[in-house]
């Protein structure tokens, strides 16, 4: 962990001792009775930072980066008027007409109206942080870009987000996410706008609008909302069939990550970087978390977009302000730059096609480490703004037809979506690099330009702006030569294999999760209303392996074609498996199940020894304040009325906790005992909760006769994965050793 998150998480147990754990809205506790005596703004969490004070035209201000927010202690209006109040209309007297003059209820009134701004098409429901990137150096001999040079740091600005869900949509549906990465280099601004799944659906960004519309919500109803299991998503991926490997990436475990941070990124296209002699080499770029690649089961994505539809901003946000930093490397698989752009006979133009790292290793070539949150939600995350051709000098384009049309579209969306051409000069979007354009006025122009003529060549001022050349950074494209070629509307015959790569992925999966494949396909599919779409789909799956297509066919209840091609003589990929490896523990959240009966003096001790492997240990009590009021207490973060094992890694028990006071069904459905009398020795809740994390393959421990407890949620105690030690310190350790596996995925019955 890095130092700075260990500051945070420092003054946050300063700030509060004995509640450590992450989510304090402000930085400084508030009063019971509301505060009258005027003072200026409370300053930012320790965990928050907001965008650099450069100007308009990228140049530092050398301004506390504050001094953006609100200041003074009085409110006022727009224009600095002090107000003295703001909760009645200017009135003809007490029960009289609002009169027209009042200009604060107009200027309040009008501002709220135009609050929102359209929200993204595509990836509408996201969430953001501050970071830096230091560079290896170990680019040099591939690019001149000078932000991957040997220890250079560069503040980023990075955004996840789904594809399909509106703003108000869950977290944790089945979609891909987005990952795009803003890089504000002294070269100017670098955006890296990828996905966690290195495919596309589509070949040709022409069928962009189609894709998307068979996503979205259908709409004559305007539902389902953020999901694919539906007819007219799976009519379009069933016909177009180059859009099968995507497909079953999204069907995959890929499509419901457990957290942003153990997310892969890439940039799906094929980019050509430059070197400082004028060499080319065609790359694509990875992303990999320090954390490793782990995902939801399916059941507990469904749980968690009820119990809590934040979930991964809120993972995102608690983990900085915790102190687990989210760390990925940049990395790059580097292909020669030969007139056919292929690799293996694999096509590099083709976004539907990965490159096997067994074939192209992955070579990191800097560190991405999230450290600060955004100080406002609108300001940064909304209306942070990328483009794909946004680049620096050392990385250029290919002929990708998919990355063409994302050149010119990320930009138009930008000038509706942003209310004008000058949303470059929205604080979080501003350069770091000096800005001379000659682009003027326009809508929200922030700039205070200067001089008479804004054009070229010109003599009036000067002379100025000036065209640089190679030496003096100039952006130079690389000069290719292009073939002589007709106009046409057509794809390479490349392009026309759509099934060997789907068969790849699905041969590199283990046998755990080739049964989630197989249950993700029976779960949309059962989801379509129109049996055609359903037949169709099984026609597509026979092409890819017979073992996926009988499965999925045998849950729908039809019979299983044969395929109408020869199957795919493709080699596995074990690196495209998230089973397999031990990974950091970094954020993990572990539930400490107790009551004030329970060993109170082991709970205090696994708090601190859980805070200081750098996890987060939630204590759940029968009801909320703190347990052991006469001892030393301990702060209750969950309740059994408000917890579920979604929202933990790991769940120890300190005892066996009895029933609480709401343990009945009237109360809370999930206690199931309709009334008190019929209460078993164990909350019925806890065991809910052990139940339910058991069979999503989560490690479970305890102490202090708990196997009482795990012996009534029907939980073998000498399972795979379940821990009973004679005390809470042995309990942790053996977890520990679990967590780093991700899962216990032993306890699956396709791996027995």
């Avoid at 800005?435 to 009036?460: C, E, I, K, T, W």
């Amino acid at each position: 962990m890095a130092g700075k998150g260990r500051e945070h998480a420092a003054a946050q147990r300063a700030a509060d001792p004995g509640n450590e754990i992450p989510g304090k809205p402000t930085p400084q506790a508030p009063s019971v009775e509301e505060p009258t005596e005027a003072h200026g703004p409370l300053p930012p969490k320790p965990d928050q930072d907001a965008p650099e004070t450069v100007s308009p035209t990228g140049q530092g201000t050398g301004a506390d980066r504050n001094t953006m927010a609100q200041a003074g202690p009085f409110l006022t209006t727009a224009q600095g008027n002090r107000l003295h109040d703001t909760n009645h209309s200017l009135k003809a007297g007490p029960r009289g007409p609002v009169l027209l003059q009042d200009h604060h209820l107009r200027e309040k009134i009008t501002h709220f109206d135009h609050e929102r701004i359209p929200e993204r098409v595509v990836h509408a429901r996201g969430a953001a942080a501050h970071g830096v990137f230091r560079g290896y150096g170990t680019a040099a001999k591939i690019t001149k870009a000078t932000f991957l040079g040997a220890d250079v740091e560069t503040p980023v600005f990075v955004r996840f987000s789904t594809v399909l869900g509106s703003r108000g949509s869950a977290d944790t549906v089945r979609d891909t996410r987005g990952f795009a990465t803003k890089f504000y280099t002294t070269e100017g601004t670098f955006d890296l706008v990828g996905n966690n799944i290195p495919v596309f659906f589509i070949q040709d960004a022409i069928k962009f609008p189609d894709v998307i519309h068979a996503g979205k919500p259908h709409p004559d109803r305007e539902i389902p909302q953020a999901q694919s299991a539906h007819d007219t998503f799976w009519d379009f991926v069933t016909l177009h069939t180059e859009a099968t490997h995507h497909t079953l990436w999204n069907m995959s475990d890929r499509g419901i990550p457990r957290s942003f941070r153990m997310m892969e990124g890439f940039g799906v296209h094929t980019f050509r970087l430059v070197n400082a002699q004028g060499e080319t080499t065609l790359v694509k770029f990875h992303w990999k978390p320090r954390l490793g690649v782990h995902s939801l089961v399916w059941e507990e994505a469904q749980l968690t977009n009820g119990m809590d539809p934040d979930f991964h901003r809120r993972d995102l946000a608690d983990a900085i302000e915790a102190g687990a930093l989210p760390q990925w490397e940049l990395a790059v698989q580097t292909f020669p730059d030969t007139p056919e752009q292929t690799f293996e006979g694999i096509d590099l133009l083709d976004p539907t096609n990965i490159v096997p790292e067994e074939l192209a290793p992955v070579q990191p070539i800097g560190l991405l480490t999230l450290n600060a949150n955004p100080t406002n939600f609108f300001a940064e995350t909304e209306q942070v703004a990328f483009h794909p051709g946004h680049l620096v000098p050392g990385i250029d384009i290919t002929d990708d037809p998919l990355l063409a049309g994302r050149l010119f579209s990320y930009l138009d969306t930008q000038i509706t979506r942003l209310a004008g051409p000058n949303f470059a000069q929205i604080p979080i979007n501003r350069t770091h690099a000096p800005v001379n354009d000659m682009l003027r006025d326009g809508f929200h122009q922030d700039a205070v330009h200067s001089g008479v003529a804004p054009y070229r060549p010109n003599s009036l001022d000067g002379g100025c702006p000036f065209l640089a050349g190679a030496d003096t950074g100039a952006y130079i494209e690389v000069p290719l030569e292009l073939p002589a070629a007709k106009k046409v509307r057509e794809a390479p015959a490349s392009f026309d294999d759509h099934f060997s790569q789907p068969r790849r992925f699905w041969l590199s999966m283990t046998p755990v999760e080739r049964e989630h494949i197989i249950a993700a396909y029976t779960f949309e599919l059962n989801k379509c209303y129109e049996q055609a779409i359903k037949e169709r789909a099984l026609r597509v799956l026979a092409n890819i392996d017979p073992e996926l297509c009988q499965g999925v066919a045998a849950g729908l209840g039809l019979p299983a074609p044969e395929a109408d091609r020869p199957l795919a003589s493709v080699d596995p990929s074990p690196a495209l498996s998230q089973i397999g490896q031990s990974w950091p523990l970094d954020g993990r959240i572990i539930g400490i199940v107790a009551d004030h009966n329970g060993d109170l003096a082991a709970v205090r001790t696994l708090r601190q020894a859980v805070l200081d492997a750098d996890m987060v240990p939630l204590v759940i009590a029968p009801a909320g304040g703190k347990l052991d009021p006469n001892g030393e207490p301990v702060t209750v973060q969950r309740t059994f009325a408000t917890a579920r094992s979604t929202e933990f890694d790991a769940i120890l028990l300190a005892g066996t906790p009895g029933p609480g006071k709401d343990a009945y069904g009237a109360r809370d459905a999930k206690a199931g005992a309709p009334d008190p009398a019929e209460q078993a020795e164990t909350d019925p809740r806890v065991l809910l909760m052990l139940s339910e994390a058991y069979r999503h393959g989560k490690a479970l421990g305890g102490w202090a006769n708990a196997e009482n407890a795990f012996r009534a949620a029907g939980v073998p105690t000498d399972a795979p994965g379940v821990v009973i030690a004679s005390n809470g310190t042995e309990t942790l350790d053996e977890i520990t050793q679990l967590l780093g596996k991700h899962r216990v995925w032993e306890r699956f019955a396709a791996n027995a």
